[in-house]
């Protein structure tokens, strides 16, 4: 890396006209703060801006893949409601904090009794943040302090998975499913940010992004960074430099030889990607994902090709993550694709 490339990494110290001493990761710089900045599920956000304007807020539950706001749109909803009085007016736990069963009983309790102004017709917040990290212990206790103390607080969940939240309190809650991110979403959040930091990127880097992210927020504004200021320069080699991810492109040539039937170049490819030191996993992750999307292909192939992909994908998981294992697949692939008379003897 070139002194003069880690210069361009720096990010403008200017934000919204005030000085920041220190660069911060780009994912919490531009975490929005209002609800009109999340990008993505839009009915879902609709139906939190709605609550944020007439106030009554019911108990929440948002559950969803990391990365993709919930955090975010929490709070905002909480600072959109409660405006100034947010300090007072908001208590968050997160999965950092002590949630046991003592917590709930005299942490969150205290805050429930707590008498503080606020805006006529809001309620106090509780965030629960990770709240599937909680025992079910001390989710037990919580139900019964969901209710006592409903008409002065509300409480507002966030976890990834909603099953691992017991079931009195998610019949308790109004329950807001976020879905994964969408790729024109990410990018377009993805130039504003390069627009804004001056990023030199081209569009080979952007796909990468987007691809090496798989729907995650986070994922893709923390990878443009790391490849931003390691390399000064935003493309697709780079991308996947920093991620550590098979390069689809070298995946793309292995599916193309197998279309071809020619199982030589497939493996010679196959070995370069398995030298560079990938699991078994990494690999066939990304030739499930590539096939996926391959134009190339065929439909009826790729069907078949998919089937094929699954089964080994089966086997590695069990424990078999060999060479061998990828070569066998690369060899059926080849084979779908070549004349049955061949193998006639
Ligand atoms: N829908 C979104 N719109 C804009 N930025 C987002 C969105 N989702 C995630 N981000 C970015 O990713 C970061 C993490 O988001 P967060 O809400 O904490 O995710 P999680 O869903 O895991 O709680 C935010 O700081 C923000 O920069
Ligand atoms: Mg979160």
Redesign the pocket.
């Known amino acids: 890396m070139s002194s003069s490339s880690a210069a361009k990494g720096k990010a403008p110290e200017r934000v919204n006209g005030t000085d920041i001493p220190y660069e911060l990761p780009w ?2 710089k ?3 703060s209002v609800l009109d ?4 599920n839009s009915d879902t956000i609709e139906r939190l801006k709605v609550i944020a304007r007439d106030g009554n807020v019911p108990h929440l539950v948002i559950s ?1 893949m ?7 749109s929490i709070h905002c909803l909480a600072h959109q409601l409660l405006g100034d009085a947010y300090k007072e007016g908001v208590m968050e736990l997160n999965a950092s904090d002590e949630r046991g069963i003592d917590v709930v009983r005299n942490k969150i309790k205290a805050f429930a009794q707590k008498k503080v102004t606020l805006p006529p017709g809001r309620h106090k917040i509780v965030i629960l943040d990770e709240a599937d990290s909680m025992t079910a212990g001390a989710q037990q206790a919580l139900r019964r302090t969901m209710e006592i103390f409903s008409n002065t607080t509300r409480f507002c969940l ?1 976890c990834n998975m909603s099953n691992k939240i017991i079931e009195p309190i998610q019949s308790r809650c109004a329950i807001l499913r976020y879905a994964k ?1 969408r790729d024109s979403e990410i990018l377009k ?1 993805l130039l504003e940010i390069c627009e804004l930091e001056k990023v030199e990127y081209n569009d080979d880097g952007l796909t990468a992004l987007i691809f090496t992210s798989e729907g995650d ?2 994922q893709a ?1 923390n990878n443009l960074q790391s490849t931003w200021s390691g390399f000064g320069f935003v493309s697709g080699e780079n991308v996947f430099k920093v991620c550590d991810q098979p390069h689809p492109v070298v995946v793309q040539s292995i599916i193309r030889a197998c279309s071809k039937g020619e199982v030589d170049l497939a493996m010679e490819k196959l070995e370069e990607l398995w030298d560079q030191g990938y699991s078994a996993v990494d690999i066939i992750v990304t030739i499930f994902r590539v096939v996926k999307t391959f134009d190339e292909l065929p439909e009826y192939t790729k069907l078949e090709y998919i089937k094929e992909i699954g089964f080994t994908h089966m086997r590695i998981l069990e424990g078999v993550g060999t060479l061998i294992q990828l070569g066998g697949l690369v060899a059926r692939l080849c084979k779908m694709n070549m004349k049955p008379e061949l193998f006639r003897f």
């Open positions: 994912v919490e531009y975490r929005p900045d999340v990008v993505g969803g990391p990365g993709i706001g919930k955090t975010t966030a991110l959040r927020m986070r504004i």
